[in-house]
């Protein structure tokens, strides 16, 4: 099993809800051997495994690219907007 998909798998699909129904404590929880063991999990084949982990963590690159833009768009807005509306003190 690809590792990526099993992590997408138990964070995002109904296995992560079953293993939380059986996890234990308050302040820290544990989740014990036996009770991944009694999760059961729907798989397709190694490849598309694979493929489904490649295709969500390129989406991953996508979104952390979108965020570095934003965050420089934002920049440029508050540099116009700054030299545009100048305060009366530096005047």
């Known amino acids: 099993m690809d590792s ?9 699909g109904q296995p992560h809800y079953d ?4 996890a ?3 302040s820290v929880v544990h ?3 036996d009770d991944i063991k009694q999760t059961s999990l729907m ?5 598309e495994q694979r493929a489904i982990g490649e295709y969500f963590r390129n989406l991953d690159e996508l979104i952390a690219a979108k965020r570095k833009s934003i965050v420089k768009l934002r920049n440029i807005k508050k540099a ?3 030299k ?7 005047l």
């Open 31 to 33: 989740i014990y051997n």
């Open 24 to 26: 234990q404590g308050k």
């Open 80 to 82: 116009c907007l700054s």
């Open 84 to 90: 545009m509306f100048v305060n009366d003190t530096e």
């Open 43 to 47: 798989y397709p084949s190694l490849d």
């Open 19 to 22: 293993v939380a129904n059986r």
């Open 4 to 12: 990526v998909f099993l992590a997408l798998m138990l964070t995002y």
